[in-house]
């Protein structure tokens, strides 16, 4: 599978952002999406995760109750919802596919298989 994150940019605290990943190739046979993010300077962290199997979310402490996932209608395309954003969510974000079912272990599975170029998201105080 392939993937193309999109959607980044500047915005400001307590704004909302909208990332894209689109998929290509297959997908059909993907068992767990995700987004993963890299501060500056910091180590890449997973932030949520679905199942493809009951799409049950599953999301960071940090994330929980501002960001949510969803997928489009052709199956092929995963969106982040970002609200409520803090100058601290400002790093690169990256859409991420394995064909691994993790289930509730996807937030701790460490590196997915397959993943999207990286999406700058900045967010000034």
């Known amino acids: 599978v392939q993937l193309q994150a999109s959607g980044g940019g500047l915005v400001q605290a307590g704004g909302s952002l909208r990332l894209s990943c689109v998929a290509s190739?297959?997908?059909?046979?993907?068992?767990?999406w995700g987004w993963y993010r890299q501060p500056p300077g910091k180590e890449r962290e997973v932030i949520l995760c679905m199942s493809s199997d009951d799409y049950t979310v599953y999301y960071a402490d940090s994330v929980k109750g501002r960001f949510t996932i969803s997928r489009g209608t052709a199956g092929n395309t995963m969106f982040l919802q970002m609200n409520s954003l803090r100058p601290e969510d400002t790093a690169v974000y990256y859409c991420?596919?394995?064909?691994?079912?993790?289930?509730?272990?996807?937030?701790?599975?460490?590196?997915?298989?397959?993943w999207g170029q990286g999406t700058l998201v900045t967010v000034s105080s």
């Open positions: 991420a596919a394995d064909y691994k079912a993790y289930g509730s272990g996807c937030l701790s599975a460490g590196s997915y298989d397959y």
């Open positions: 190739g297959n997908f059909f046979s993907v068992k767990t």
